[in-house]
């Protein structure tokens, strides 16, 4: 009987390589949480918006425990004075900032005077495993210049929603949904009732491992578009476009963001002709060097700054 079962066949290359996974299907019941609706461009804001300044900047921090901690801050240089002259007007200027922290898993609470007079204070505290306040305010001795907002955050499994109320009788509200495990869509209507004025916005994200491509358009005449792409662990590009088709302001910008190890680079240049580029070095544990250089080819303004960081 064992000479009449014919020999299994040759195995052949083509039988030995594995055959590609069919695509898993998406469990619509099971999406991931979208990020804030106001933060949906916030990979591209980090390496076209740093913090630019012109003149010179120290910061200290020191934490009393692990919870509480008070900051001094020094900044002298040129401030600019709006003018209906091209040219650029600035004037010397100088102050110091102090400051106290507390953080808590539940609650954050910040706190700034400066000698000018004015005063800042934000608040962030969790209600819920997912509801959270959030407020803010700045009080000034100029008029009309104080102000104040609140802010309720619900995290849901797969969505966002938040609502806004502050002074000037301004309400807002956004959402934003999980549509699959990479897409969100999202929109937004805010009513500001001592300048009469409404409006409503929508906005959408796409992010992979190696990408994060957005847009927003609002009826306030706005229009934004951003990617970032992804190089490696290290190397992130990014570009913006934006429009006003009310003023027809047009502007678009390519930045880079390149991490080392002992340093981080972020730089940026639009189409207006300014090119801007800043550094953050750590020299030490705690210690912390950052230049900032700005050029504006248009105006001829040119901007450059430098600052110790002391502290974490």
């Known amino acids: 009987m064992a000479a009449l079962?014919?020999?299994?066949?040759?195995?052949?290359?083509?039988?030995?390589t594995q055959k590609p996974k069919e695509d898993e299907k998406v469990d619509y019941f099971n999406l991931p949480c979208p990020i804030p609706y106001e933060e949906i461009h916030r990979e591209a804001l980090m390496s076209l918006k740093p913090e630019l300044f012109e003149g010179m900047r120290f910061d200290f921090t020191k934490g009393l425990n692990q919870r509480f901690?008070?900051?001094?801050s020094v900044f002298m240089g040129p401030m600019e004075v709006p003018s209906q002259s091209?040219?650029?007007?600035?004037?010397?200027?100088?102050?110091?900032?102090?400051?106290?922290?507390?953080?808590?898993?539940?609650?954050?609470?910040?706190?700034?005077?400066?000698?000018?007079?004015?005063?800042?204070?934000?608040?962030?505290?969790?209600?819920?495993?997912?509801?959270?306040?959030?407020?803010?305010?700045?009080?000034?001795?100029?008029?009309?210049?104080?102000?104040?907002?609140v802010n309720f955050d619900y995290k849901g499994?797969?969505?966002r929603s938040q609502f806004q109320l502050g002074n000037g009788a301004l309400f807002g509200a956004n959402y934003i949904q999980s549509v699959t495990p990479h897409l969100s869509l999202g929109g937004e209507v805010f009513w500001a009732g001592q300048h009469r004025k409404s409006g409503i916005?929508?906005?959408?994200?796409?992010?992979?491992?190696?990408?994060?491509?957005?847009?927003?358009?609002?009826?306030?005449?706005m229009?934004?578009?951003?990617?970032?792409?992804?190089?490696?662990?290290?190397v992130s590009l990014a570009s913006d476009f934006m429009y006003n088709y009310m003023s027809r302001d047009v502007t678009a910008s390519f930045g880079y963001d390149y991490i080392l190890r002992q340093c981080r680079l972020?730089?940026?240049?639009?189409?207006?002709?300014?090119?801007?580029?800043?550094?953050?070095e750590r020299l030490n544990m705690g210690l912390n060097f950052v230049l900032s250089a700005e050029i504006d080819h248009r105006k001829k303004d040119y901007k450059f700054g430098f600052g110790l960081t002391v502290g974490e």
Do not use: W
């Not at 229009?223 to 290290?234: D, F, G, M, R, T």
């Open 69 to 72: 901690s008070l900051s001094h």
């Open 5 to 16: 079962v014919p020999p299994p066949p040759p195995t052949t290359a083509a039988d030995t």
């Open 266 to 280: 972020r730089g940026k240049i639009d189409s207006n002709g300014t090119v801007a580029a800043f550094l953050e």
């Open 201 to 221: 916005g929508y906005a959408a994200r796409y992010n992979t491992d190696k990408m994060v491509a957005t847009g927003q358009v609002a009826s306030t005449g």
């Open 223 to 234: 229009v934004a578009l951003s990617y970032v792409q992804k190089v490696s662990e290290k």
């Open 86 to 149: 091209p040219e650029t007007i600035k004037i010397p200027t100088a102050h110091y900032e102090f400051g106290a922290n507390f953080i808590d898993p539940k609650l954050m609470l910040f706190g700034r005077i400066m000698t000018d007079g004015r005063l800042n204070a934000r608040v962030k505290c969790d209600l819920s495993e997912n509801l959270t306040l959030k407020a803010n305010s700045q009080l000034t001795n100029e008029p009309h210049m104080s102000h104040g907002m």
């Open 157 to 159: 499994k797969d969505y």
